[in-house]
């Protein structure tokens, strides 16, 4: 089977867009992978405009920037009104839809709704969690790269802050799990 994916993630800057972009590459690096990983922000930093491309194949990888984009996790609307445009005909997207209304976007059937900050605030506990959450369902959605080698990665991008892993593994799987 050949895998190859370009992957945006998208939303303000704060919401761990880009460390769910690095979460993601690594993950692809412990499933035997290649991956790059292109993180993308504003001058202003949080509450700006953040997003990180990923790509992910079994080939070698010619360029870090997404022309075909197959994936897409879009935390805010202008995040999905931003990118929606650039993804191919068969993409699959996340959008956050505890922040984004569902009725303006309802004509595209590509788009998986999920109260991903919902999730994050009242079933994990800490909003801080959205952007795993997102990442868990992106990866079922997808199937690459793999639950298990998303929680691996978890454990080195956390190897620091160990406090951080149980709780990360918990939203990304409640992402994983949702419906």
Known sequence: MKIYHEI??????????????TLLAQSALEQGLNT????????????????STVIIS????????????????????????????????????????????????KINKNIIFIPISEIADKEIGNIKTANMVAIGALIKALKVPSLDNVLKA???????????????????NAGYNYK
């Not at 879009?74 to 009725?103: C, G, Q």
């Open 36 to 51: 790059t990983w292109f993180p993308s922000y504003g001058a202003e930093m949080r509450g700006g405009t953040a997003n």
């Open 58 to 105: 079994d080939d070698e990888i010619g360029s870090p920037i997404a022309f075909n984009p197959s994936g897409l996790i879009a935390l805010n609307a202008l995040s999905l009104d931003k990118f929606l445009p650039k993804m191919i005909k068969d993409a699959v997207i996340i959008a956050n839809s505890s922040i984004i209304n569902t009725e303006e976007y």
């Open 154 to 172: 978890l454990n080195t991008a956390f190897a620091k802050k160990q406090e951080l892993i149980d709780i990360n593994i918990k939203a990304v």
């Open 8 to 21: 945006i993630i998208a939303g303000f800057g704060g919401q761990g867009v880009l460390l769910a972009g």
